[in-house]
Structures are given as structure tokens and as C-alpha cells.
């Protein structure tokens, strides 16, 4: 079983920090910025559809306050009945005809209503683009169920892909993805929203236990994890992390470079991004700190870390454009000028940041940097690379 490791280093004004992953790490909380849930506009079910007719059979006889409480999700439901009626069973495809569904959205709207406009309406209209469609399963949901099939090593331990083998499979025979039973905030009347919670959370509860009859017999599931499992299945990611080695050979470390594509952030870091400063790619901070590794020089100066640099990237055709480059060369005085110290300032910046991707790789929440960070703290700019 591979742990994560985490390596830090801190000089000066600059600081990199590694994380390692070892190997595939899943993660189902990954807790999205703008999380679009599957609210089955386009496939409800039989308790979902009553209360639809309930709140909307005779909207023309409700009062103000009722026709301006009718949550926005039950109003799609509502005027996509209306359009399938005149457009042959057939639902909004393209933008085109999504802006015509609006209209009509937004012609039902009162706007003699004592606040002159409704706000449900309002939302309603803004969610015609975003929701009012089939919901794919995401790039990285998808890599998820494509490994789950493959023999991985460290697929045995872990009911993470227990569990993604069941879900490969619901989605397979129901095509899509189990209901995670979240509803947005809306505006509605409280009893109402909570009666719409309940019929999304009841539901949500059938599918997962459609999940778990699709699990081989001997295997045994705790439920909780199933149904966090499931309440997440549209935002789960599995990092993939590229273990990185050093060469035995001293600063000839050809296999990190190649992984690198160090050609590649070295034509990059070359560029003058400000007309009157030379800054060069941040990939070079984390290259100089593997150079000052490998000086093994008591009294290191910024000539010393240079010809380290070179030294490992020889054979690349680049060596003298580096050594001509002077925003590189300051980079490595800068770090041969703090002679190791590390800066109470940086350190307390980088201890958080560090601090927080622990939090991350031990609860299993939010994605983790994968790779290589780099601080530069003359320039406050920060960069993430994955080799």
C-alpha cells in the first residue's frame, strides 16, 4: 500500500514543496466550486411528478403569494410538460430552443404581483441553460469507472472501487449516474422545500440500494460509505500520481528530466514576460533547488548551482542560452545569498499551505496538488507542476 510523502524546502525567498501520492489516490468529496447536481428534469419519477401536479394543476387560481413560492425546479418540470405538449414529445435540445423555452418560462411570470416581479420565476429562467439538459458523466468520472475495471494493485484494499464497480454497473443498466438527493436552495415556501428534499432523499435511498444488490455476494459494504459514495458520484476523482526518482548518478538525474519535458519549461522559461524584468518559468526554482542538492559544496556560491543546472541538463542544447539567462542567474544567487536560512515570513506561508494539503490527503477531501509547488516570494507567484 503506497502512502503519500511529502517533501518541503525552503531558501530565502523561495520555497517548493513535492507531494507524492504513490500511486492512484480517489477522492469523493472533492467538494466542486459550482457543483451541478442531476435533478432528473428530463427522467422524473412517479412521486416527483405529484407533487408537480399538485402545486401547478391550477396555477391560474393561486394567490400572489402562492404562484410566487412554487419552487423554480417544479416550474421546469411544469413548462417542459407544456413544451413537449406543442413540440411532439420531444424536449429542448439546442440553445436555440432553450432561449424559446425561457420565454415561455418567463411569460408565466406575474409581474402585477405586490414585490412586481417573482424571484422563483427569475431563477427559473436562469437555470433553463444550465439544467435544462441530459447531464454526461464527467471526464473524470469517467476515468474513475474505465480503471475500476482494469487490475490495479492497490484496488483490492480499498472499497473505493468496490463501490465504483457497483456504480460502473448502474450506470451501464440505467444510464446514469445514482441521484446524490441535494437539492439547491430555492426560493419556496418551507414546508414545501422540505417535502421536495424528502421526495430527492427518498429516492436517492432507492438508488443506492439499487447499488449495492449490484455488488458480488461475498463482498461485504458499509452503507455510509455507499451513500456518500453515491451523493458524490458526479464530482469523484482519482489523482493519478507519477512517482518521481533521482538517478543514482549524481546530478545526472536524465529520468526526472525527461518526465519533465525540461526542453519544453526551459524554451518557456526563456521568454520576457515584463519588458524591464527578466522572470523566468517558476519550473526553474524547483530545478535550482534539485541543483543545490547536488553541489555538495561547503561554501556554495551562485556559480556552483549554475554548473549543477547545466550538469543536468547537458545533452539538451540549451546549456549556454541558461548560463546567458540573467533571470536565472538570479534566481540562483538569490538561493546561494540566504546560505540555507529559511525566512520566518516564507515559512510560515509555506507551513500553511503544507499544513492544508495534509488536511486534505488525511480526511480525503478537496483534490490535493499533485506534483510540484513552487513559491516566489520576490514576485508573490506560485505555480504547480506536474512531472
Not at 468529496?29 to 451541478?36: A, F, H, I, L, S
Amino acid at each position: 500500500m503506497h502512502r503519500p510523502l511529502i517533501n518541503i524546502c525552503s531558501q530565502g525567498f523561495f520555497a517548493c514543496m513535492q507531494i507524492q501520492l504513490g500511486g492512484s489516490f480517489p477522492i469523493v468529496e472533492t467538494k466542486g466550486d459550482d457543483p451541478k447536481y442531476d435533478l432528473r428534469l428530463f427522467t422524473p419519477w412517479p412521486q416527483l411528478e405529484a407533487l408537480q401536479h399538485e402545486l401547478t394543476g391550477a396555477m391560474d387560481s393561486l394567490s400572489d403569494h402562492k404562484h410566487g413560492h412554487i419552487p423554480w425546479l417544479i416550474l421546469l418540470l411544469h413548462y417542459l410538460d407544456e413544451w413537449k405538449a406543442t413540440h411532439d414529445g420531444k424536449l429542448p435540445g439546442n440553445y436555440r430552443e432553450k432561449k424559446e423555452f425561457q420565454k415561455m418560462v418567463q411569460a408565466g411570470q406575474r409581474i402585477n404581483s405586490p414585490e412586481g416581479f417573482e424571484e422563483n420565476y427569475d431563477e427559473a429562467v436562469k437555470a433553463v441553460i444550465s439544467r435544462v439538459q441530459k447531464i454526461e458523466v464527467p471526464n473524470d468520472v469517467k476515468q474513475a469507472l474505465e480503471m475500476a475495471t482494469g487490475s490495479q494493485k492497490d484496488n483490492t484494499l480499498n472499497p473505493f472501487w468496490e463501490i465504483t464497480r457497483a456504480v460502473k454497473k448502474f450506470h451501464e443498466k440505467f444510464d446514469r449516474l445514482p441521484l446524490s438527493g441535494t437539492v439547491p436552495d430555492m426560493k419556496a415556501e418551507s414546508d414545501v422545500y422540505v417535502r421536495l428534499q424528502n421526495i430527492y432523499k427518498a429516492e436517492a435511498a432507492k438508488e443506492v440500494d439499487r447499488v449495492l444488490e449490484l455488488v458480488p455476494t461475498p463482498i461485504q459494504l458499509d452503507r455510509e460509505e455507499v451513500e456518500l459514495y453515491c451523493k458524490n458520484a458526479a464530482f469523484i476523482k482519482v489523482v493519478r500520481s507519477s512517482i518521481i526518482e533521482r538517478d543514482a548518478q549524481g546530478p545526472e538525474i536524465t529520468s526526472i528530466m525527461d518526465r519533465a519535458h525540461t526542453l519544453g519549461l526551459a524554451k518557456k522559461a526563456l521568454r520576457e514576460e515584463d519588458p524591464y524584468e527578466t522572470k523566468p518559468d517558476l519550473a526553474f526554482i524547483y530545478l535550482i533547488f534539485r541543483a543545490v542538492e547536488d553541489c555538495r559544496v561547503w561554501d556554495m556560491n551562485e556559480q556552483h548551482v549554475m554548473e549543477a543546472l547545466c550538469g543536468m541538463l547537458q545533452s539538451r542544447e540549451i546549456d549556454e542560452t541558461i548560463r546567458k539567462n540573467e533571470g536565472i542567474k538570479r534566481l540562483a544567487k538569490e538561493i546561494t545569498r540566504a546560505k540555507g536560512a529559511e525566512l520566518h515570513n516564507i515559512s510560515a506561508l509555506v507551513g500553511g499551505v503544507v499544513g492544508q494539503e495534509v488536511i486534505k490527503l488525511v480526511t480525503k477531501q478537496y483534490v490535493p496538488v499533485d506534483g510540484v509547488w513552487v513559491w516566489d516570494g520576490l514576485y508573490d507567484r506560485s505555480a504547480t507542476f506536474r512531472f
